[in-house]
């Protein structure tokens, strides 16, 4: 799902669920450079 990112990966990045109504959204923090980029999806 990721659009852009080079090397980003599941495998290094954290991720949580995040619970918003309507919205569900993964938020992601790079173990390396602790980058956080969030991505939403619309139910
Ligand atoms: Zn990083």
């Given at each position: 799902?990721?659009?852009s ?18 919205l ?20």
């Amino acid at each position: 799902m990721f659009s852009s990112g080079g090397n980003v990966t599941k495998g290094n990045l954290k991720q949580w669920l995040v619970n918003g109504g309507d919205l569900q959204g993964y938020l992601f923090q790079c173990v390396h450079c602790k980058k956080h980029r969030l991505h939403i999806d619309a139910s």
